[in-house]
């Protein structure tokens, strides 16, 4: 709706099996991705539309591919000097119990379990320090069932932050005002915070003193940096109550409702949402397109 409020003519394609033949017989100038977890936010879509040669918005392979993988991201993150969490992996070779044991002596007895990949907090779970080893089980069981690798962090809590990043000009990436987030249908933004009805409610910008706006900003562009990510970006923040931050996650395809989190940031920053995504469709088309390498002949 925002785009063809800027005048665009929209067509709306699902990802499933035919959208290569559907693309290929019905041509468009531009796709704007508005997928989200597994096959369309990971590099496989944006894969498919490199081999088809048609402009995108958003990241490209491989910044799709690092951001969806939080592994790869946290590695990324942590070479960029960006404040992350302790971490360790688990797969389910593991001898479990004595797993959550050795983790919580080396992270800390408070945890997150998270599947590697995936998105909306689905599989995610947060462990108190008072939370027995057996619960701690239970939710690596429930994350692997998602995900052969399972990423568990020191649990930080504090407010919880994210902070939209766009290039939409040739001044680079920049950071909109980070916005918190009040969870109110969990202690935490879950998905029932995410998505159900008044699960939660976003301010922004966010009441943050002049010192730590600019901090959430900072590691916002950084970790959009690290990862080569384009076009559009969110970085999931805690701010602790010593002042410390952690930088959980980078959204190479963050939501792009009228009420979403990036439109609203940007929409505060001076952006309304049709020229948002009129501003991004039109970066993607002017894009230089990627070169083949020439074919050369097999040496005899």
Avoid at 66 to 79: T, V
Avoid at 126 to 150: F, I, K, N, Y
Avoid at 157 to 163: A, F, N, S
């Amino acid at each position: 709706a925002a785009l063809e409020a800027a005048g665009h003519t929209v067509s709306q394609h699902e990802l499933d099996a035919s959208l290569a033949g559907r693309l290929a017989d019905h041509p468009v100038d531009v796709v704007f991705p508005v997928t989200h977890g597994a096959v369309g936010e990971d590099g496989c879509l944006q894969g498919l539309l490199e081999v088809l040669g048609i402009p995108y918005v958003g990241s490209a392979v491989r910044g799709s591919a690092l951001a969806a993988d939080k592994p790869s991201a946290k590695l990324h993150f942590r070479a960029a000097g960006l404040p992350v969490a302790a971490d360790a992996l688990v797969e389910g070779s593991h001898d479990l119990p004595a797993r959550v044991a050795a983790l919580r002596r080396a992270i800390g007895p408070a945890l997150v379990v998270k599947p590697a990949g995936g998105g909306s907090a689905i599989g995610v779970a947060r462990l108190s320090a008072t939370a027995p080893d057996a619960a701690v089980v239970d939710a690596l069981e429930a994350a692997l069932a998602l995900d052969p690798v399972v990423l568990v962090e020191q649990l930080r809590v504090g407010r919880e932050l994210t902070c939209g990043v766009l290039e939409l000009d040739d001044r680079g990436p920049v950071a909109l005002p980070p916005t918190e987030i009040l969870s109110r249908a969990a202690e935490w933004y879950d998905f029932r915070s995410k998505y159900a009805p008044g699960g939660s409610e976003h301010r922004c910008p966010a009441a943050l003193e002049p010192g730590q706006t600019a901090r959430a900003q900072e590691i916002a562009v950084g970790a959009f940096r690290a990862l080569g990510a384009r076009d559009l970006g969110r970085a999931d923040l805690i701010l602790d109550e010593q002042g410390q931050w952690a930088l959980l996650e980078l959204n190479t395809l963050p939501g792009m409702t009228a009420t979403s989190l990036l439109p609203e940031a940007a929409a505060a920053a001076g952006i309304p949402f049709p020229s948002l995504c009129d501003r991004l469709v039109r970066r993607a088309l002017a894009r230089p397109r990627r070169a083949s390498p020439p074919a050369l002949p097999m040496p005899t």
